[in-house]
């Protein structure tokens, strides 16, 4: 079990890479800062979770795989996407629904492992989930997507609710995590698909 | 007398939520967004100074008390601030001045638990005071407060440096807290109400 | 030679410092506010780095030079700075090439001497050469160095892995250092001189 847990978070981590490297496509960085902005938003938001939760060193210190896989992702990334109108608008967004799914799970299922209450590993799934984008956003200097109304911090909240109270609710561990991905990503893609967004807190002033 | 400390910290923590809130509403965030933004605002900046002197997992952690406090006051401000145009336009400066004041002692008085120097509690009051405000501002695209000419990372570090002197004179930890904490109340409010501001360093090109 | 790697770190502080409060120049901050913008850029990347690694309380706690280092190159650049205009343009990028190599080495080195791989040292130099000026210039909104397709981030892993490599080869420490710095220096310097830059990663929508 724990090993499909390993494979997810490689998993989550090449999505990640990806999406930090095509938004490096998009500021035209050069190879090497491809490979930054790869890593700070597949590593970023996971290293946050294990500075804040005192596991240091942090996850990918100990464990070589997630630098090789950010590197592999990133070389295949250079060669074969040479085609920026060949490329699906949505690619970029799509990715990034599937690495916070996934990231919520291992940020939540971390937290938990080290006896950590329900609300803890709901917070350290999102900061998991949310973390590298974030940054990948600041360094690009986007507006962060978790502040624009579009469901996206709400997603990975929800995902990682379903994965704790999954598991409350006497669940085997893999099962939850399947319902909590699938939960994240539905809620993520359908709001990308249909542009649903929660009502906003809205203290704009007004033009009147 | 901890136990006012405690109480400080969570009125600090409300007040500081508060301006992260307040920040989203001016944005347009959902809900979940308010929460996060209110989040890292509040504690944004104890959860880098608890990094940085290593005494993890960090505090808002191991007391779901501060979380609580947040959606407490995310949930208050998204129910009852509707009305932009009631909302007097010093709120956000107001709220974020006394979070300051209460932060900069919380964290030079955690530096000077650990048995660190009067410096690194000074330091550490700054970064536990400015830290949350700064990631809000980064996250909201604004020019960080402390990169402004007004008086503020100067008000935190009277501020510390009053509680550290306070401490060092003999006067008892109440009184020094309530002194440092009006020393960098009145100054931050003054430099608000006066718009007053230390001379700046300035090194743009002129046009002449 | 444990002492020459304290003087360079020193150094690397120094300059950066110094980076860091020229760019409080540029936006008119008030001399605390150049306090903050230097500090963070000095120590902003060795921070992240031990806090990675997990060597908490992080460096500048437990030693004081570092901040009067920084506080020291404030003042003397609040004293003697006054003319911008008979500052050479090139000042900021050629103090801060210096410092990316310094802190690069150091990085490195401190990486090694807990036990990790080459890997990672590489990555911890980068993470020490870089940090630091990704946060100053976030702070002032400007376009991350490491972001444009200047040779810069390029500059840090070469030296990096340069650093590593004569370590492996059986060169002693000294000798890497001085290598390691040097190509840094060369590289980073060159690509400000000449405007070199790699080839970009372009995936920006064609105009056509």
Not at 56 to 67: A, D, G, K, Q, R
């Amino acid at each position: 079990m724990s090993q499909w847990i390993y494979f997810f978070d490689l998993c989550g981590t090449a999505v990640f890479a990806l999406s930090g490297a095509l938004a490096a496509g998009k500021h035209r960085m050069d190879p090497f800062g491809v490979i930054v902005l790869a890593s700070v938003t597949a590593i970023g938001g996971g290293s946050i979770r294990d500075a804040l939760l005192g596991t240091t060193p942090v996850f990918w210190i100990t464990n070589h795989n997630y630098i090789i896989v950010i590197l592999a992702t990133v070389l295949a990334c250079l060669v074969l996407v040479r085609k920026p109108h060949k490329l699906p608008q949505m690619t970029l967004p799509v990715a990034d629904a599937f690495g916070l799914a996934l990231f919520t799970v291992i940020g939540a299922e971390k937290a938990l492992l080290l006896g950590h209450s329900g609300m803890i590993a709901v917070v350290m799934g999102l900061i998991t989930g949310v973390g590298g984008g974030i940054i990948r956003d600041l360094l690009c200097r986007q507006v962060p997507m978790v502040l624009r109304t579009e469901i996206y911090a709400t997603a990975s909240i929800i995902g990682g609710i379903c994965y704790t109270l999954s598991l409350l609710s006497g669940m085997d561990s893999m099962t939850s995590m399947f319902l909590a991905m699938l939960s994240t990503l539905i809620i993520r893609l359908s709001a990308i698909r249909w542009h649903l967004s929660l009502p906003a807190f809205d203290l704009k002033t007004k033009r009147h």
